[in-house]
């Protein structure tokens, strides 16, 4: 879609409008914020489009689109399906060597564990190896329950934070503010990073690591923006 559009408001019910008219999403619905923090960042998203539409550059609108369209009109079962992420969680399967990187894992693993442990007062068992290993049941409810217990925006947010970095423990310390950030993407790339420092940067990897930054940004934004 070229741009064809030269004003972009916001209506009284936090809808982006373009030139008077509101946006609406795929599914033909208007494209609501729930903050108006966030609907000045999606508003902005429309301001800085060029000539043309690229998707890619509006990373706050697409989730706005999936949390309304996707999510929205079945949040629990989207939910759940997240909460699958908690029965294998990065954070529990441990390198057995070498030492540095153990020790490392330990290091920047252990503490987003252990408020996970406090704040839902649940049981992880760690694995050493890709083996898989069972959570608890009651670990994998009461974590699925934190889950189940998000708006559709929220989880929208969310969802590529785990799925970027295999942890549903490192999502849920962000969306509560236990955890900065930039400590949350170390901590999801820590394997990649030690092997990187040992063997060098593959081009191609750089790319693909390229891009999940950008939805990792994108989706922090959008939730501190809610």
């Known amino acids: 879609m070229k741009r064809f559009w030269t004003d972009v408001g916001i209506d009284e019910a936090r809808v982006v409008t ?15 914020l729930p903050t108006a923090a966030l609907a000045e960042a999606v508003a902005a998203e429309w301001r800085a489009v060029p000539e043309t539409i690229d998707p890619r550059r509006m990373p706050l609108t697409g989730l706005a689109n999936a949390a309304i369209d996707r999510i929205g009109p079945d949040p629990a079962s989207f939910a759940a399906g997240l909460a699958r992420y908690g029965e294998s969680d990065l954070l529990c399967y ?41 959570q608890p049941a009651a670990t994998i409810r009461r974590l699925g329950d934190a889950v189940a217990a998000l708006d559709a925006f929220t989880l929208a947010g969310l969802s590529p934070l785990v799925t970027i970095s295999g942890s549903l423990i490192l999502g849920l310390a962000l969306v509560e503010r236990a955890m900065e950030p930039a400590d949350i993407w170390a901590a999801a790339n820590l394997d990649e990073d030690w092997q990187a420092e040992r063997w060098g940067h593959d081009p191609l990897a750089a790319d693909a690591r390229e891009a999940r930054r950008r939805d990792f940004d994108g989706a922090v934004r959008f939730l501190e923006a809610l």
Not at 18 to 32: D, E, M
Not at 104 to 122: E, G, K, M, N, S
């Open 18 to 32: 373009l030139n008077g008219r509101p946006v609406r999403t795929p599914g033909r619905v208007p494209l609501a």
């Open 94 to 134: 441990r390198a057995d060597g070498p030492d540095d990187l153990v020790a490392r894992q330990a290091a920047t693993w252990d503490p987003p564990l252990a408020w996970a442990r406090a704040r839902y007062d649940v049981h992880l068992e760690l694995a050493t190896g890709i083996i898989h290993r069972a």
